[in-house]
């Protein structure tokens, strides 16, 4: 069974910086889209980044020009350059296929982003 793993996350004051990484034990990233996803309390979860099995990526519109995804299909890790935080990105976030299987949603990881 596929378990997705986040890390990375925390308390970082508003400008700031944080690296989320996902992993994959028991899978191979690399033949996959993947997305990372976030949600904060009261919203529905939104897609944040997508990279295709070839590189290619896609932003929300919210994180375009501050976050960063990536991959690495030798590790099998994909990764979350998140800088010039805000508060409104504070949110549960998470990683899965893109676009998501529902099966594979993993704990996420908290962003706290407060002075």
């Known amino acids: 069974q596929v378990q997705l793993v986040e890390s990375g996350g925390g308390l970082v004051q508003p400008g700031g910086s944080l690296r989320l990484s996902c992993a994959a034990p028991?899978?191979?990233?690399?033949?996959?889209?993947m997305g990372w996803y976030r949600q904060a309390p009261g919203n529905q979860r939104e897609l944040v980044a997508g990279v295709t099995s070839s590189g290619g990526t896609r932003y929300a519109d919210s994180v375009k020009g501050r976050f960063t995804i990536s991959r690495d299909n030798v590790l099998n890790m994909v990764y979350l350059q998140m800088n010039s935080l805000k508060p409104e990105d504070a949110a549960v976030y998470y990683c899965n296929h893109w676009p998501p299987n529902p099966r594979y949603w993993g704990q996420g990881t908290q962003v706290t982003v407060s002075s």
């Open positions: 028991g899978s191979i990233l690399s033949l996959y889209p």
